[in-house]
């Protein structure tokens, strides 16, 4: 039993699943599970609870079954007790002052990542403003890599996304073609199919393979379809550099999506066994977002801040080159407005980091969420600001197919503008070498198409749609 | 002095664009978005916010429904406004109180169909999609015998809200035409959701067919029905495999 008393009311929580929701700042999700404080005070009664809470309690209350969820198995199963040891003696709130103390460095951080559980850090966010959630991830850094170097100081990479409604392959080209020419694509050329089946799953991935090859370019292909497609791909010899999957928090959710732990084992070995990258092999991208629990009906009562940061102890075991937290996707059921997506982006971004993930963001949201471009713009800028690792490019931040708004490739040079941050080195070489980036993070003030495309326009603009 | 024309940096790729609907060879203002790109988005995003926002005008659906001999009833889910509405799926997929109480005042006697109109997340898509497309289903309906009561018009309804209705009139067939989430480039686009004896609580969202994507630009009202009669006819012919 937790209790407070506060303002001359005395509150009771009866279990740390119930702090948790109710210190959680205030979000349609949560609502609409019925876990959510009832009032602001009852909500900062349970964040003064868990702010005296020891860290090493989240070890020994599971807030989910250890014996009926795989997730949690894997949580307490993991946890390094040495890496832990220098802030086992702290509370949630010690870990907060502590969090934002110079003690705090990156090596700091760095070390102490597999003592840290989502729970601890999940509990941590709570407790935290806007400005603390940057400071803090900001310290973070987390290096990746495949065919490039992502996560290091002072660049953001960006994601090009070139959807179409029925994959067509000319219509797919023309948008890489446009992404490339405006300095996307470093963190991977990712492509989510209209249609998930092997057939159309392979005619992209092997479209995007030789895109790479022929031009020689510093990145990665992905093609954002199930885990069990991109497994019978592998099988049959298709190129596969990264292997993508959507994940949860709980195993009932995982469940939900077709998969388990075993299965994103199997995966993760076929794709390094491929051995396809030639400076690293992280191979893993996944995709998580609050609320995915609650929609499956999986969530045991627990709020979907923190089911989100339990799908990253999932991602961690995977050693993943990129985790993207598409924020604004899920809809206003989940995240109401602006306000609330712009706060879980940062708050999956911190809990992502200190969890030692390569984090990234789909600033997005949806034409029924209370949220427009510039709500996007707010999220941007912080997100930038906190070393978020990548963020999408997609042609006018309009997805066609997948019918949402999301972040732009002049967004992503509004940053490189603003901040100066620089595309991963190896593909700012490649821009550079090609034309299109000058030597000071700009594009070319030509509007001339780098000769190395010239032949490859030539042959698309010769095509008629294949549908 | 500058001219107009140097402010804007264009792509020479603009041929592109006839590849695919994505927003490609935008060109730039600096290194941004120009004034005519970014206003081209806002309008489309203005015609989506609107179609999520406005309410669905019922009585001049009605009147178009009626003007076509097609009865009318309406009824309401319990999302009483329409934050509440957009926050509480589950309580869009529910009758209101009066609403219950109205249905059970009429007669439950066997129907094959019910036709069911929700506003979802678009009232442009049913303001101008549903009544064109009802008149092209009713003489479908009537030519295969099908008897169905007044088509419910539903206030703040979800696509599972149909179920109810469907078990009450002890229809075989639930057709659902409803507003779907609204893209930049398909602010009014309509769904039909049909779904074979529906059973409130019971029948999940994998067990129903979904003809999406219904609009200007879209499919076409005829194309919609082609498929719709035939998902009736195969429903039809799963459900009695041994006498057919």
Request: net charge negative; aromatic share 8%; glycine share 6%.
């Amino acid at each position: 039993m937790y209790k407070a008393h506060i303002a001359h009311i005395a509150y009771q929580f009866n279990d740390l699943r119930t702090v948790m929701a109710k210190a959680t700042p205030a979000r349609s999700g949560d609502y609409l599970a019925g876990i959510a404080a009832e009032s602001h005070l009852e909500r900062v009664a349970a964040q003064q609870v868990l702010a005296d809470v020891p860290l090493k309690r989240f070890l020994t209350e599971a807030l989910i079954p250890y014996e009926s969820d795989e997730v949690t198995r894997l949580i307490i199963d993991q946890h390094d007790a040495n890496a832990f040891k220098p802030i086992s003696h702290l509370t949630v709130g010690d870990f907060r002052n502590w969090l934002l103390s110079e003690q705090a460095n990156s090596e700091q951080l760095a070390a102490l990542a597999p003592g840290l559980t989502p729970e601890m850090v999940a509990a941590t966010a709570k407790l935290m403003r806007i400005q603390d959630l940057i400071l803090v991830a900001k310290k973070c850094r987390v290096v990746t890599r495949f065919r490039n170097t992502l996560g290091l100081a002072n660049r953001m990479a960006t994601r090009l996304q070139p959807n179409h409604p029925t994959d067509d392959l000319a219509g797919v080209a023309a948008s890489i073609l446009d992404g490339l020419l405006y300095g996307s694509g470093d963190a991977v050329i990712g492509i989510n199919p209209a249609t998930d089946n092997l057939q159309a799953t392979s005619r992209l991935l092997i479209m995007l393979a030789e895109l790479i090859e022929r031009y020689q370019i510093p990145t990665q292909a992905c093609v954002l379809a199930h885990v069990t497609t991109t497994l019978n791909a592998i099988e049959r010899n298709i190129p596969v550099d990264l292997v993508f999957q959507s994940i949860a928090g709980t195993e009932h959710a995982n469940t939900s999506f077709g998969i388990n732990l075993a299965l994103l084992n199997e995966a993760y070995q076929a794709a390094l066994s491929l051995n396809r990258g030639n400076i690293g092999q992280n191979c893993m991208y996944f995709e998580t977002g609050q609320g995915s629990a609650l929609s499956a009906n999986a969530h045991h009562g627990v709020d979907q801040q923190t089911i989100e940061a339990r799908a990253y102890a999932v991602a961690r075991h995977f050693n993943p080159l990129l985790v993207n937290t598409v924020v604004g996707f899920i809809g206003p059921e989940y995240l109401y407005d602006g306000k609330q997506i712009i706060r879980a982006g940062l708050e999956d971004h911190f809990c992502g980091k200190l969890l030692g993930l390569p984090m990234g963001c789909d600033i997005c949201y949806t034409n029924h969420a209370e949220a427009d471009q510039d709500d996007m713009d707010m999220l941007l800028s912080q997100f930038a600001l906190a070393g978020g690792t990548f963020i999408m490019g997609v042609p006018g931040a309009d997805d066609v197919m997948l019918n949402y708004q999301s972040t732009s490739f002049h967004d992503a040079l509004y940053l490189r503008q603003l901040l100066d941050l620089r595309p991963a080195p190896e593909f700012e070489q490649w821009l550079i070498q090609h034309g299109i980036f000058d030597h000071n993070n700009r594009l070319n003030s030509g509007s001339d198409i780098p000769s190395i495309f010239q032949p490859g326009l030539q042959k698309l603009m010769s095509q008629h749609n294949d549908n | 002095m500058t001219t107009k024309t140097d402010l804007v940096t264009p792509n020479p790729w603009q041929a592109l664009k006839r590849f695919t609907p994505a927003r490609i060879a935008l060109g730039r203002a600096g290194m941004s978005q120009s004034t005519e790109t970014h206003l081209n988005f806002q309008l489309a995003h203005a015609l989506a916010r609107d179609a999520v926002n406005l309410p669905l005008d019922f009585s001049a659906l009605a009147n178009d429904l009626n003007a076509l001999n097609v009865s009318t009833q309406m009824l309401s889910s319990q999302a009483s406004q329409h934050a509440h509405y957009l926050q509480r799926p589950d309580l869009g997929r529910k009758l209101s109180q009066a609403s219950q109480d109205e249905l059970a005042k009429q007669t439950s006697a066997d129907y094959d169909a019910i036709i069911v109109v929700a506003d979802g997340l678009s009232s442009t898509a049913i303001q101008t999609h549903a009544a064109p497309f009802i008149a092209l289903l009713m003489p479908a309906l009537a030519a295969k015998g099908y008897q169905y009561p007044d088509v419910c018009l539903v206030k703040h309804g979800r696509v599972a809200i149909g179920d109810a209705i469907a078990a009450h009139y002890s229809a075989r067939f639930c057709i659902m035409l409803i507003g779907e989430r609204p893209g930049l480039s398909s602010p009014d686009s309509m769904g039909i959701y049909f779904t074979y004896q529906a059973k409130p609580g019971v029948t999940t969202d994998a067990e129903r067919n979904c003809i999406s994507n219904i609009h200007g630009n879209g499919l076409s009202y005829s194309q919609a029905l082609i498929k719709l009669i035939y998902l009736l006819e195969h429903a039809e012919l799963l459900a009695y495999p041994v006498w057919d």
